[in-house]
């Protein structure tokens, strides 16, 4: 899955807030009608947009096509720098076996995905929300992500749980918790990794990129725990009376500060915690398994930093969920770690067929059906107001851990 699980296509205490691992900023979540609504200024019964976005028929076909086009065109390009002979004999000798394993990966990662987001969503008096009802909105989130940008898989995170019930800001804060355990999640185990191959473990990586890895997530982990400290939170999460920016900066603040106190409850919200490293062990199965059917079994530590190197690309605004631009970028990340050209590209191959191409049609067939999720979603949301449920997020501003 790419993007926001990593074909649906995406912490500890402190994290990165951004769904770029190498950057500490986040960007926010793009809402259907504003940034950063004020929940002061929201009325009691305002109602949530009927739909996240609309893609017509030929939109969607366009997109296919032009993803097929630049995937097609990528590894063409990509062919001509390896070996015709020794990819025929590759495939020719392929373990086939390792094909069902890659397959595996990837229902691990939506079920990982999906565990997390649902455990997120419910916490601190948040909606419950069904496991048929989140992978839907899983589905669909990859489809917007496909057709549009990362931001456009947010905004249906957002749809679904401001349409379950959650103010504006709640569900935001929630939407950037979510984030902000993928993307910690990822890169907390690509810093492990690094640490392994500094000890000796790995083969290939030049030298600098553990130490860059290191270094980055080390640093984002500290500063997002400072900033979400107790005696620091309420300057920062403040969304009143400051400009739009600035409640887009202080709402993914506040979902940091939502994250530390779900790790401050770790018998109580362990799925929300371990939900997105299940999703990643089961991506970055997919991707070894893709590897391991067309030649020698690669370096776990190697493979982990040079697929996290290559992931980055999915924060970048690619046309058509990234086809293309991200195999590319895997493949020269994998061939940086010492892995033949040949088997790199064989091995993506596999791996994006199975975390792009497969799950891309029902991820668009989902979104014409967004409706009626939607109602159900307003019978949680009615369901909620009948029983007198209310979210309760820890104040930010208040003193604690």
Known sequence: MEGRPSGVEG??????????????EHPGVSTPEADTPDPDAAEPDEQ????????????????????????????????RLASV???????RMAGWEWVGVAFLGFLISYFGYIVSYRDTARAFGGPTLSFW??????????????????????????????????????????????????????????????????????????????ILWLSVVGFCFVAAAWVSGPK?????????GVPKWRAALADAIGGVVLVRM?????????????????YWFGDALALYAGLAAFGPNPNVADMLVAYTTGYIA?????????????????????????IPIEQALLGVLVYRLFTFWLPILPALGVIPLLRGLGRELDAVKAERERTGAESALPATGSAGP
Not at 314 to 338: E, H, K, Q, R
């Open 232 to 240: 620091r939170r309420e300057q920062f999460t403040r969304t009143e």
């Open 133 to 210: 009802q989140v992978g839907r909105v899983v589905m669909a989130g990859f489809g917007a992500f496909t057709v549009g940008t990362t931001a456009g898989g947010l905004a249906v995170d957002f749809w679904a749980m401001h349409k379950a019930g959650l103010r504006a800001n709640d569900a935001a804060k929630r939407v950037l918790a979510l984030n902000t355990l993928q993307w910690a999640s990822l890169t907390l185990a690509t810093a492990f990794a690094s640490a392994l191959i500094l000890a000796g473990v790995g083969t290939a990586l030049p030298i600098w990129l553990p």
């Open 11 to 24: 912490r500890p205490d402190g994290a990165l807030a951004d769904n770029d691992p190498a950057s500490c």
């Open 314 to 338: 999915v924060a970048l605004p690619l046309p058509a969920g990234g086809a293309g631009g991200i195999d590319a970028a895997m493949v020269g990340a994998l061939a940086l770690a010492g």
């Open 85 to 91: 002979d020794e990819m025929r004999d590759a495939v």
């Open 48 to 79: 949530p947009s009927a739909m996240p976005f609309h893609i017509s028929p030929l939109k969607a076909v366009g997109v296919l096509a032009l993803a097929v086009v630049l995937a097609v065109g990528v590894f063409t390009l990509l062919t």
């Open 262 to 278: 779900l790790i401050l409850q770790p018998k109580k919200h362990f799925q929300a915690l371990i939900g997105y490293p299940i």
